[in-house]
């Protein structure tokens, strides 16, 4: 990779993140960390607002934009192959979003990328068993609980159908044993529990923020589970 693309490698990494620490770009682009400096001083004297905070990292100061990108022909491509993946994997609500941002993406594309990508969308296709298509529709709740902090109440159905109410505190969504699984600290429970998603009968985004104040990591959880996941 030369200087120039590395350099807007950098500074797109750095627009897609609140902080980026100097170790990890360095371990992205395969620099040392004495050339993310020089490289991060060449972004600042090309006028882009680049400022550092002790113990988190670089960031873009706020208000700065990127110009509308370029994507190149692997770029889409590879973007097009994700729309199957969350078509099987995802439920609606997460497919209606990704189809719209991908939609974005070839607006800005040339004509001939277009045709080609309409060609290679003719030609994939997918087969999954029906135990692992989704037939929910609250992964972008789940989302919006997990990035907002915000609590969500939930009728659920356990493994004998019976159903409770409860209110929980997602940590993170897990993709094991062929479904998607919140975890999240039950209020009624009062310890950490493991929803089965498809089993959520209903959810509701409230307006109240969590009240733990501290949360096990995810990864921690994790190892919990009786899959071997690794780190």
Request: glycine content about 4%; some cysteine.
């Amino acid at each position: 990779m030369n200087r120039i693309d590395r350099l807007f490698g950098i500074l797109t990494l750095l627009q897609s993140k609140k902080y980026v620490p100097a170790e990890r770009i360095a371990h992205k682009f395969d620099i040392s960390v004495r050339t993310v400096y020089r490289d991060v001083k060449a972004l600042g004297e090309q006028g882009v607002p680049v400022s550092f905070e002790q113990n988190k990292g670089y960031f873009i100061v706020q208000g700065y934009f990127l110009p509308p990108v370029a994507f190149n022909s692997d770029e889409v491509n590879a973007l097009l192959l994700m729309e199957t993946l969350v078509a099987g994997f995802a439920d609606q609500s997460i497919a209606t979003h990704y189809s719209s941002a991908l939609n974005k993406v070839k607006a800005v594309l040339k004509t001939s990328q277009k045709e080609k990508l309409e060609l290679l969308s003719s030609n994939i296709r997918m087969r999954l068993p029906d135990c692992v298509r989704p037939s929910f529709s609250c992964l972008s709740i789940l989302q919006q609980s997990l990035s907002s902090k915000l609590l969500i109440e939930i009728e659920y159905k356990n493994n004998k159908g019976e159903s409770s109410l409860r209110k929980a505190e997602p940590i993170g969504l897990v993709f094991y044993a062929f479904g998607w699984h919140v975890i999240g600290w039950c209020h009624l429970r009062k310890e950490y529990r493991d929803f089965k998603v498809a089993r959520i009968v209903t959810i509701r985004l409230t307006d109240f923020p969590f009240t733990k104040t501290e949360h096990m990591a995810l990864n921690e959880y994790m190892k919990l589970l009786p899959v071997n996941y690794g780190s």
